[in-house]
C-alpha cells in the first residue's frame, strides 16, 4: 500500500509536457485511482531530470594487427622442403624490430611515469612471449612490475602511498598501479583483475594497439622465460620447432588462454621443451643439470632455486641428433598423442618422466634436501595431467585442464602426428607439407 512507483513515460510532443511542468522543476499533481468507489486520490510527482552532458569518450584503439593464416599458408606454398618451412615460419611470424622497439619504449615510458609519481626505484621487466623467443607479431606484452623500496615523502598528493601501509600486498599495487597508469594518456581501457592466482592490472598501448598486462608477484616468471629464451638458443632446431608448434596451438584452439580448456603458451613450450630433453639423443639438459653446472650463487624466490648454467661450454656435451625440423615435430605429436598422461609425472626439472605411483611412494634423488612440492596446496597427483614448472617445483602448469581437455589435446596430436607419419612416407604425396597440419580437421584421419 505504501510503495513507491517510478514512471517513465514518452510524450509526443514538448508541449505535453509543458502543461504537466509549467516552468517549475517538480510538480505534484492529484490523480484519481481507478476502480474507487467513492474516487480516491492519489499523489503523483512529476519531476524534471536533467542528464548532465558526458565528455565525449576518445575512440578506442585499433589493436595491434594479428598473424595471418593466408598470408603464411601463401608463403609456406612457395617452400617445398618441410625442414625449410619450419624455419620460414619463424621468419613470418617472429616479432620484428619495429614490434621490440616498440615494446621497449612502452617499459621505458611506464617507468617515467611511476618515478615521477613517487617510486623512483622501480623496475619493469618484460617476460613471456615478448622477450622468450617464441613471440608473434601483435601478441600480448606481460611486465612483472617491482616498485623498489618506497621512500618516505611528505605529505604530496603525487604519492598515493601517503594513506597505505607502506607494505603493500599485490591488490593493493593493482591498484594503484591502475590509478598512475589511467594518467597516461597512451595507456586506455585500464582495468585490474585482482580475484586470481596472479593479480594483474590491463591495458591496451593507443599508439600500437598492444595488450598489456602488468603483474606484481614475483620474478619468477622472468626467470621462466629466460631458461625458455636460453633453451631456443642451445640448438638451432629448437626455436622453430616452438614456434611451430605454437602456431599449430593458436590454429586449432589449443592453447594461449590458459584455464580449464586450454593449455597456456607457456606450458605448452614446457612440453616442447620436455620433450626435447627425454629423447635418446636429448636436444636439451635438465634443469636439474644446468644448476648443478652453476657457477655462482644462485637466487632464490619464495625458496626456489631459479639460477641455471647459460655457459654451453661448461655443460656436459650432449649426444649427437641428426634428427631434422619435421621429424622433430612429428616426434612430438607422436609421443605426447600415444604417452598415458594420467599415469605420469612431467618434470623438466628432472627432464624426464616419472611414474606418479612412484613419485607419491619414493622421491627421485635429485629431490632430496628440496622444499616439499606434493600435498594439498601443491601438486596434487590426482590432477588430470602434471606438468611440474621447472624451478617452483611445487607448481603444477597445468593443473586447472579437464580430463576431456587433455583426450582432446591428445586427439588433436594423434590426427597431426598421422599427417606428419604420411609426410614423412617415402613416394607419399608431400604437396602442401605444413599447411596441410593448418587445414587439419579433427577425425579426417
Known amino acids: 500500500q505504501n510503495r513507491i512507483y517510478s514512471v517513465i513515460i514518452e510524450f509526443e510532443n514538448e508541449k505535453s509536457v509543458e502543461d504537466i511542468i509549467p516552468g517549475k522543476k517538480k510538480r505534484i499533481h492529484q490523480i484519481p485511482k481507478l476502480g474507487t468507489n467513492p474516487v480516491q486520490i492519489q499523489s503523483v510527482t512529476v519531476t524534471e531530470r536533467i542528464m548532465k552532458s558526458r565528455p565525449a569518450r576518445s575512440p578506442s584503439p585499433t589493436l595491434a594487427e594479428d598473424i595471418s593464416f593466408s598470408v603464411i599458408k601463401l608463403q609456406l606454398s612457395l617452400v617445398l622442403d618441410l625442414d625449410e618451412q619450419m624455419e620460414r615460419i619463424v621468419d613470418l611470424i617472429q616479432l620484428n624490430q619495429e614490434d621490440i622497439s616498440n615494446r621497449r619504449l ?30 608473434f607479431q601483435g601478441c600480448d606484452m606481460d611486465v612483472y612490475l617491482d616498485l623498489g623500496e618506497i621512500p618516505s615523502f611528505e605529505s604530496s598528493k603525487k604519492n598515493p602511498l601517503i594513506d597505505v601501509p607502506v607494505t603493500l600486498n599485490e591488490v593493493q599495487k593493482v591498484k594503484i598501479a591502475a590509478n598512475i597508469l589511467r594518467t597516461i594518456p597512451q595507456c586506455s581501457r585500464v582495468f585490474s583483475i585482482s580475484n586470481c592466482r596472479v593479480p594483474i592490472v590491463k591495458f591496451v598501448h593507443r599508439p600500437t594497439g598492444i595488450n598489456c598486462d602488468i603483474s606484481f608477484k614475483n620474478k619468477l616468471s622472468v626467470f621462466n622465460s629466460e631458461f625458455i629464451r636460453f633453451c631456443t638458443q642451445v640448438d638451432s632446431r629448437v626455436r622453430p620447432l616452438m614456434m611451430a608448434v605454437k602456431l599449430f596451438g593458436k590454429r586449432h584452439n589449443i592453447s594461449g588462454g590458459g584455464g580449464g580448456t586450454r593449455l597456456s603458451n607457456y606450458a605448452l613450450a614446457m612440453l616442447v621443451i620436455l620433450y626435447l630433453q627425454q629423447l635418446d639423443q636429448p636436444l636439451l639438459h635438465s634443469v636439474h643439470t644446468l644448476q648443478e653446472y652453476l657457477d655462482c650463487d644462485p637466487e632464490y624466490i619464495n625458496g626456489w632455486n631459479v639460477s641455471f648454467a647459460s655457459d654451453l661450454d661448461r655443460l656436459p656435451s650432449l649426444p649427437v641428433n641428426k634428427q631434422g625440423h619435421f621429424e622433430l615435430l612429428h616426434g612430438f605429436f607422436t ?97 602442401g607439407g605444413f599447411n596441410r597440419l593448418i587445414d587439419m580437421e579433427v577425425g579426417e584421419h
Not at 111 to 122: D, I, L, N
Open 335 to 431: 609421443f605426447y598423442s600415444t604417452l598415458d598422461i594420467s599415469k605420469f609425472f612431467l618434470s623438466p626439472y628432472l627432464g624426464r618422466l616419472v611414474s606418479r605411483e612412484e613419485i607419491s611412494n619414493t622421491l627421485p634423488q635429485e629431490f632430496q634436501n628440496m622444499p616439499k612440492f606434493l600435498g594439498a596446496d601443491k601438486i596434487q597427483l590426482g590432477k588430470a595431467a602434471c606438468l611440474q614448472d621447472p624451478f617452483e617445483l611445487s607448481h603444477n602448469v597445468t593443473k586447472n585442464l579437464a580430463e576431456s581437455t587433455v583426450l582432446h589435446l591428445q586427439t588433436i596430436f594423434r590426427c597431426a602426428a598421422d599427417i606428419c607419419l604420411n609426410l614423412r612416407t617415402p613416394g607419399s604425396n608431400t604437396r
Open 106 to 135: 612502452i617499459c621505458v615510458n611506464i617507468s617515467k611515469t611511476f618515478c615521477r609519481q613517487g617510486y623512483p626505484a622501480c623496475v619493469l621487466y618484460p617476460f613471456g612471449s615478448t622477450v622468450n623467443g617464441l613471440g
